[in-house]
Nanobody
Framework: QVQFVESGGGLVQPGGSLRLSCEVS????????IGWFRQAPGKERDVVGC????????YYADSVQGRITISKDSAKNRVFLQMNSLKPEDTAVYYC????????????????????WGQGTQVTVSS
């Protein structure tokens, strides 16, 4: 069973930065848009952003717009989530997944289109 692997989480102070990494399966970046999601304690999983397969177009949720950048390294089969100016409300488990139905992120992210969810990586923003 294919499963992506997230890493790079940790404890960071408010205003700090973190770079999360998602190791994906070979050729995944050629065929699937890759999304980043997060789930805070007691809340539903929400979309953070997405990077398209065929180009580097991205989608970012309003809650993180201007503070995050999603990029990819096809040679290393990795997708990155750079997060800056972190806030306590960014505390969550962060997941990456592949959109098996679309190569482009589009403007609407439908979680049911995503698969290959990893175990997630914990991000805690606290002083």
């Amino acid at each position: 069973q294919v499963q992506f692997v997230e890493s790079g989480g940790g404890l960071v102070q408010p205003g700090g930065s973190l770079r999360l990494s998602c190791e994906v399966s070979e050729f995944a970046l050629d065929y699937y848009a890759i999304g980043w999601f997060r789930q805070a304690p007691g809340k539903e999983r929400d979309v953070v952003g997405c990077i398209s397969s065929s180009d580097t177009s991205t989608y970012y949720a309003d809650s993180v717009q201007g503070r995050i950048t999603i990029s990819k390294d096809s040679a290393k089969n990795r997708v990155f989530l750079q997060m800056n100016s972190l806030k306590p409300e960014d505390t969550a488990v962060y997941y990456c997944a592949a959109n098996l139905m679309r190569r482009q992120c589009g403007n609407i992210i439908r979680q049911y289109e995503y698969a290959y969810w990893g175990q997630g990586t914990q991000v805690t923003v606290s002083s």
